[in-house]
């Protein structure tokens, strides 16, 4: 159980945020839990970001879509390859297309624009699959993007779907929903596949390959993999997800939503699955073949995964020889990631002393409170002024965020490790293993900190 924060630096807290921060004590947590999955505090400068960025984070990665941003162009720039998600197909989906909304379009409306830009596209490139998505000011003036798109795909026969995306209308995890929503109006089309054995993949954006990563485990263990939501993802693959007789969600948070959705529509179960260390790698491997119900297949997954453990022993003693003791802070976006980092810090014998998520949900900090140690702070929603306070008091020795937390870690003389949707090294499986442990002792240990913290 919980209680609202009460130390030294509680004065540097606005009122209103006390309750989202908590310590952990050598007998648990005391009172009703922490307040999460509520919009941000006005002024507290969340570091979430908008509906909008939530949408096309997870639509982005499929690589023959084409995305249209119907707003000012500073949403499209904003969003500019906004993810390092790799493709072994097409690579236009790195490009936004803006209506770049001006004055006279607000005060008059902006759908003439949006026609004119669909049929542009269409024209020019022939695409099979538009994402539209509103921003804000569209959301404002109320320009019938439904209308518009609706119009274009019966045109030309192709799927034109909206994204309501104004940023006002919510956070980061209403865009995820969006996104989801879209993705659904086009696998509806497509739900009456005939079922076979093997998995969709959702959550996962082949961040620096790492979606080739776990379709090649996949591939040794003997799992088909279907379809995959959408790292590396297209429309053909997108028709026979329905087929699936499994869904595997990596990341919770972006896609719980769509694989609930899936399960209605199509009758598609799901497990939850994390492919960052050792143990949850191994775990969740072993899940899905669990899961298949394929006692065979169970059994390859062991063999597999205690050959990979065996290959890892030497490196995490070299690496956890030279890190253990060390004081680190986590801020990532979910819940779900958050504890397989401290399961992985553990492994090296590091304290996680401070942990944090933007949209982690209620059962997400039952299990970090399960697994950290006394004394422990854990944040939902956090700011930087927070994070400063508590790397301060605690002492932190590394702190692994995302691109917004860098500066503030470096300015404060602390080691940092991105493990944010930008990076172009994989994090994800086995050899994820072996790049974050290098990553974190390259930074902790790099001699920099001594001359900066004199």
């Given at each position: 159980?919980?209680?609202?924060?009460?130390?030294?630096?509680?004065?540097?807290?606005?009122?209103?945020?006390?309750?989202?921060?908590?310590?952990?004590?050598?007998?648990?947590?005391?009172?009703?839990?922490?307040?999460?999955?509520?919009?941000?505090?006005?002024?507290?400068?969340?570091?979430?970001?908008?509906?909008?960025?939530?949408?096309?984070?997870?639509?982005?990665?499929?690589?023959?879509?084409?995305?249209?941003?119907?707003?000012?162009?500073?949403?499209?720039?904003?969003?500019?390859?906004?993810?390092?998600?790799?493709?072994?197909?097409?690579?236009?989906?790195?490009?936004?297309?803006?209506?770049?909304?001006?004055?006279?379009?607000?005060?008059?409306?902006?759908?003439?624009?949006?026609?004119?830009a669909l049929e542009e596209l269409?024209?020019?490139?022939?695409?099979?699959?538009?994402?539209?998505?509103?921003?804000?000011?569209?959301?404002?003036?109320?320009?019938?993007?439904?209308?518009?798109?609706?119009?274009?795909?019966?045109?030309?026969?192709?799927?034109?779907?909206?994204?309501?995306?104004?940023?006002?209308?919510?956070?980061?995890?209403?865009?995820?929903?969006?996104?989801?929503?879209?993705?659904?109006?086009?696998?509806?089309?497509?739900?009456?596949?005939?079922?076979?054995?093997?998995?969709?993949?959702?959550?996962?954006?082949?961040?620096?390959?790492?979606?080739?990563?776990?379709?090649?485990?996949?591939?040794?263990?003997?799992?088909?993999?279907?379809?995959?939501?959408?790292?590396?993802?297209?429309?053909?693959?997108?028709?026979?997800?329905?087929?699936?007789?499994?869904?595997?969600?990596?990341?919770?948070?972006?896609?719980?939503?769509?694989?609930?959705?899936?399960?209605?529509?199509?009758?598609?179960?799901?497990?939850?699955?994390?492919?960052?260390?050792?143990?949850?790698?191994?775990?969740?491997?072993?899940?899905?073949?669990?899961?298949?119900?394929?006692?065979?297949?169970?059994?390859?997954?062991?063999?597999?995964?205690?050959?990979?453990?065996?290959?890892?022993?030497?490196?995490?003693?070299?690496?956890?020889?030279?890190?253990?003791?060390?004081?680190?802070?986590?801020?990532?976006?979910?819940?779900?990631?958050?504890?397989?980092?401290?399961?992985?810090?553990?492994?090296?014998?590091?304290?996680?002393?401070?942990?944090?998520?933007?949209?982690?949900?209620?059962?997400?900090?039952?299990?970090?409170?399960?697994?950290?140690?006394?004394?422990?702070?854990?944040?939902?929603?956090?700011?930087?002024?927070?994070?400063?306070?508590?790397?301060?008091?605690r002492v932190v020795d590394i702190?692994?965020?995302?691109?917004?937390?860098?500066?503030?870690?470096?300015?404060?003389?602390?080691?940092?490790?991105?493990?944010?949707?930008?990076?172009?090294?994989?994090?994800?499986?086995?050899?994820?293993?072996?790049?974050?442990?290098?990553?974190?002792?390259?930074?902790?240990?790099?001699?920099?900190?001594?001359?900066?913290?004199?």
């Amino acid at each position: 159980m919980n209680v609202p924060i009460q130390t030294e630096s509680d004065s540097k807290v606005l009122e209103d945020r006390k309750k989202s921060i908590i310590f952990k004590y050598e007998d648990g947590c005391t009172g009703k839990g922490i307040r999460c999955e509520v919009d941000s505090v006005s002024g507290a400068v969340s570091q979430r970001a908008c509906v909008y960025c939530g949408a096309r984070v997870v639509l982005n990665p499929i690589t023959d879509a084409f995305h249209i941003v119907h707003g000012p162009i500073g949403c499209a720039s904003y969003t500019w390859d906004i993810r390092g998600s790799l493709s072994s197909g097409e690579d236009l989906y790195r490009n936004s297309f803006s209506t770049d909304l001006r004055e006279k379009d607000i005060i008059f409306g902006g759908e003439r624009k949006l026609e004119a830009a669909l049929e542009e596209l269409i024209n020019k490139y022939k695409p099979k699959l538009i994402f539209v998505y509103a921003t804000c000011i569209v959301g404002v003036i109320g320009d019938d993007i439904d209308a518009v798109c609706k119009k274009f795909s019966d045109k030309y026969q192709i799927h034109v779907i909206p994204v309501k995306s104004p940023g006002f209308s919510g956070n980061k995890s209403t865009g995820y929903r969006m996104a989801c929503n879209a993705i659904m109006q086009v696998l509806n089309t497509y739900k009456e596949q005939p079922k076979q054995k093997g998995i969709n993949i959702l959550g996962d954006y082949n961040l620096a390959g790492e979606m080739w990563i776990i379709k090649n485990y996949m591939k040794q263990i003997g799992i088909p993999v279907i379809s995959t939501f959408t790292g590396d993802s297209n429309l053909e693959s997108m028709k026979k997800a329905s087929s699936a007789s499994l869904n595997v969600v990596q990341c919770a948070g972006s896609s719980t939503y769509l694989a609930n959705q899936m399960k209605d529509a199509m009758g598609i179960p799901y497990i939850k699955v994390s492919f960052f260390g050792l143990e949850d790698t191994t775990a969740s491997l072993i899940h899905i073949a669990e899961a298949l119900g394929d006692e065979k297949l169970r059994e390859k997954a062991i063999i597999y995964c205690e050959k990979k453990q065996k290959e890892l022993e030497s490196t995490i003693e070299q690496y956890r020889k030279k890190l253990y003791g060390k004081k680190a802070a986590i801020y990532v976006g979910g819940g779900f990631k958050a504890i397989s980092l401290i399961r992985q810090f553990n492994t090296l014998g590091i304290h996680t002393v401070v942990v944090g998520t933007q949209t982690g949900k209620k059962e997400d900090y039952e299990i970090i409170e399960s697994i950290v140690e006394k004394d422990t702070v854990i944040l939902d929603d956090a700011n930087p002024s927070e994070l400063e306070t508590f790397m301060k008091e605690r002492v932190v020795d590394i702190l692994v965020g995302g691109v917004k937390e860098r500066p503030l870690a470096y300015k404060m003389g602390i080691a940092f490790c991105d493990h944010n949707h930008e990076r172009k090294h994989p994090l994800a499986g086995f050899e994820g293993v072996i790049n974050f442990m290098k990553e974190i002792n390259d930074s902790v240990n790099n001699p920099v900190w001594n001359y900066i913290r004199q």
